[in-house]
């Protein structure tokens, strides 16, 4: 599968405060696809939830990202869509800010993980 990513030339995908995304960018991360569309979107407070749920989810159609980068406390504003990707791709992969520390109880993967060994610790 990975020779095949490679292959085709797949993405990842940045959701994230101005910090995390300008780092990435710099990191070589930032595309534009056939239609002009970025890989990547800056939250601020002034961000509107529908407006992160709908890049979310127009990253998740895209056959081009094989990843999604979260700041964790944006996946949190959008928790119910985020729980919701069952897919294994995209992988959906939740990480820190500069001002919100990660904190492994509330990330949907590791939740999933923890579940898959011990039935009990899904709640």
């Not at 509107?48 to 999604?68: G, N, T, W």
């Not at 700041?71 to 729980?83: F, K, Y």
């Amino acid at each position: 599968m990975a020779l095949h990513s490679a292959v085709k030339g797949k993405l990842i995908s940045v959701i994230g405060d101005e910090d995390t995304c300008v780092g990435f960018l710099l990191g070589g991360v930032g595309e534009m696809n056939k239609n002009r569309h970025p890989n990547f979107m800056v939250v601020d407070k002034n961000t509107a939830i529908s407006e992160i749920e709908d890049c979310f989810k127009r990253f998740l159609k895209r056959d081009d990202i094989d990843i999604i980068l979260i700041n964790q406390n944006i996946a949190e504003i959008i928790r119910h869509v985020v729980d919701s990707h069952s897919s294994p791709l995209p992988a959906i992969l939740e990480i820190p800010s500069k001002d919100h520390p990660y904190d492994s109880a509330k990330d949907s993967i590791l939740r999933r993980a923890r579940g898959m060994f011990n039935p009990d610790d899904m709640a």
